[in-house]
């Protein structure tokens, strides 16, 4: 895990933490936990992505939605840490929004793309509290060598509208 993971993971970790630490016995630590898991999901933060090297090419973006989702459960009592998925809608400047497309080479997605893609990831994955943040309309374009560009800490799988300034990202810790 990156500084970055870290410090977002600590963020909604101590937030669960809080509450849990607060209740009486184990049952109701465990549920205390698990309610505030579903507030930290629930979330949609607007703080800028840190560290923003994870996502390049995206430049001073004026506006970020993004979420956070377990993939494992972090009330466990089993040490070790849970990994994350997150998802995040960017709007760009227009000028980044179309140096981004030409740098990695996005191109529209064809039947077989993002559907065979190793991460099967597709625009109608995005989760339901961000798609206010989607446009209406849009025109995702992919690129697998941005999907893939350094760092290459996390899982990421990105979409691109060029046309409204919005790319859509969808990584998970690694």
């Not at 990105?158 to 998970?172: G, I, R, S, W």
Request: charged share 25%; proline share 9%.
């Amino acid at each position: 895990m990156r500084t970055g993971t870290l410090t977002r993971a600590a963020t909604i970790v101590t937030a669960i933490g809080l509450v849990a630490g607060c209740s009486g016995t184990a049952a109701r630590e465990a549920q205390g936990c698990q309610e505030s898991v579903r507030e930290a999901e629930a979330k949609v933060r607007v703080d800028r992505w840190d560290p923003p090297e994870e996502l390049p090419g995206l430049g001073d973006y004026p506006e970020i939605h993004w979420q956070a989702r377990a993939l494992g459960d972090p009330c466990s009592r089993v040490p070790g840490p849970t990994d994350w998925a997150y998802q995040a809608v960017v709007r760009l400047q227009p000028q980044d929004a179309r140096e981004l497309a030409e740098q990695y080479d996005f191109a529209p997605i064809t039947a077989g793309d993002p559907a065979q893609h190793d991460q099967g990831k597709t625009p109608a994955d995005v989760w339901p509290d961000l798609r206010s943040h989607v446009p209406a309309a849009p025109h995702w374009l992919h690129s697998r060598s941005y999907d893939e560009a350094p760092p290459a800490t996390r899982g990421r799988v990105a979409f691109l509208d060029v046309e409204h300034e919005t790319v859509l990202l969808m990584l998970n810790d690694r």
